[in-house]
């Protein structure tokens, strides 16, 4: 499984890219590298913006696990390791002076499991409508080690992600980062404007 180089969707040309920030943005089930970078005028500027595609076709658009055969909220955490590893050795092909991941519902537990995978690599880390995979992993005694800042937001109005799902994400950020938590009243499964300037300014302050 790899990241199709070809399809990221970059917010500056290559020759402006070498020596600054990066912002990864990971979408969500069944959407597409276009979906996301819609937020990039609403983001810091300094940074370099990366929208990459999911590496599975599924749902008319792409999927970073399949959601065949798996429980909603809990899926093989194998599974997101794999599509996680994609994503790590796609970076390993750049250069950039740090990088933080933003994760929208699927998006953002494929970013969490980023920094299971690979502890003290990401400046920052914002997971929206998204939560963590279930099971211990092998990252985690690092990651409680050193706590690196992760923004999560979600409404109280999302019927996309369960009540488990949510639980379980509640429990382990607070020992597994430095989080901040934002909970927007009657927000579905989306990002408002709200949202939105609470995660620049986030990322702001940790790629500054």
């Known amino acids: 499984m790899q990241i199709n180089s070809d399809a990221v969707v970059w917010s500056s040309p290559e020759r402006e890219r070498a020596g600054r920030p990066l912002i990864v943005l990971l979408h969500g089930y069944g959407s597409h590298e276009g979906d996301l970078f819609g937020l990039s005028p609403r983001l810091p500027l300094g940074p370099v913006i990366a929208s990459l595609r999911a590496p599975l076709e599924e749902s008319g658009g792409y999927a970073w696990f399949s959601l065949q055969n ?22 390993d092909t ?11 519902s699927q998006g953002g537990a494929i970013a969490l499991q980023l920094n ?9 880390t914002v997971m929206l409508s998204g939560f963590v995979a279930g099971g211990e992993h092998a990252g985690d005694a690092e990651l409680e080690r050193l706590r690196p800042p992760v923004f999560w937001g979600r409404g109280t109005a999302d019927q996309v992600i369960t009540d488990a799902a949510v639980a379980r994400t509640e429990e382990w950020l607070p020992t597994h980062s430095t989080e901040t938590t934002r909970i927007y009243e009657d927000l579905p499964h989306s990002i408002s404007s709200e949202e939105l300037s609470n995660v620049s300014e986030f990322l702001r302050e940790h790629l500054s």
Not at 80 to 87: F, G, I, P
Not at 116 to 124: E, Q, S, T
């Open 70 to 91: 798996s429980e909603r909220g809990n899926p093989d955490p194998a599974a997101l390791d794999e599509s996680a590893t994609a994503v790590l050795d796609w970076l």
């Open 94 to 104: 750049l250069e950039y002076t740090n990088v933080a991941l933003l994760g929208f």
């Open 116 to 124: 299971r995978l690979a502890p003290g690599r990401f400046a920052a």
